[in-house]
């Protein structure tokens, strides 16, 4: 169970355009999904977090014109790279998380495979 | 401000033998959530193991375990019995409640390899 997948794993596309990322949980509802980006040999990099619904949270530092979220239901959210540059070059990683784990504490995130995205 | 830190930016260990990867971590939130994932080279992240703060026994999955020690603020991986399939990068993470929703920090990473 907890199966998240993204579609494309992988894309190139020419400076200038956009790219759009889907993240699909396949065998749950998500109440909260994350994007994340990460740079060759270094740890992931939070991007956004978005509710079903609502309008996702980005971190300090992430463009929000730039880097478009929209979760449409609890099993999708997109991530839209617009006019992209080769500076946007990265592999991103969309997460999902769903319900509370017994005892207070947070509950998990499950990871899409990734999508590596090359701007020319 | 929520910190993990993963001082090992490498690893090595023999084939079968058990393996420590080491976390610490910084919140003042009483309520937060810890979890390592793994990374192999496909990119993908694997979830392994979740310890909650207020769990009173150290979680445990398979060949994983992690060592809880709160006051020390630290939740270091111990892999038993080590694995070729076991190489790959380790993610520590901490989720606690930011602005009223939950934020995950990660670490930057341990990259572990299994020698045979």
């Known amino acids: 169970g907890a199966v998240v997948s993204q579609h494309p794993s992988w894309v190139i596309c020419k400076s200038g355009t956009s790219v759009k990322i889907e993240c699909r949980s396949l065998?749950?509802?998500?109440?909260?999904m994350f994007w994340y980006r990460q740079f060759p040999k270094q740890s992931l990099m939070l991007m956004a977090t978005?509710?079903?619904?609502?309008?996702?949270?980005?971190e300090q530092g992430v463009e929000k014109d730039k880097f478009l979220i929209n979760h449409a239901s609890l099993t999708l959210s997109t991530l839209t790279v617009t006019s992209a540059h080769p500076e946007d070059s990265s592999f991103y990683i969309c997460?999902?998380?769903?319900?509370?784990?017994?005892?207070?504490?947070?509950?998990?995130?499950?990871f899409g495979p990734g999508t590596r995205l090359t701007v020319l | 401000a929520q910190k993990i830190t993963q001082t090992q930016p490498g690893m090595f260990v023999q084939e079968k033998e058990a393996v420590t990867l080491d976390c610490t971590y910084d919140?003042?939130?009483?309520?937060?959530?810890l979890f390592w994932y793994k990374q192999p080279s496909s990119g993908e992240m694997i979830f392994l193991i979740y310890?909650?703060?207020?769990?009173?026994q150290n979680a445990t999955e398979g060949r994983y375990s992690l060592n809880f020690q709160k006051a020390r603020k630290s939740a270091n991986l111990v892999i038993s019995a080590s694995q070729l399939g076991d190489s790959a990068m380790y993610f520590c993470?901490?989720?606690?409640?930011?602005?009223?929703?939950?934020?995950?920090?990660f670490g930057t990473g341990t990259k572990l390899q299994v020698i045979p």
């Open positions: 919140t003042s939130d009483p309520s937060y959530g």
């Open positions: 993470a901490m989720r606690a409640p930011r602005g009223g929703y939950q934020k995950v920090t």
């Open positions: 310890q909650g703060s207020y769990d009173q």
């Open positions: 065998d749950f509802q998500a109440t909260t």
């Open positions: 997460s999902a998380s769903f319900g509370k784990v017994p005892g207070g504490g947070a509950d998990t995130q499950y």
């Open positions: 978005s509710n079903e619904g609502s309008k996702a949270t980005y």
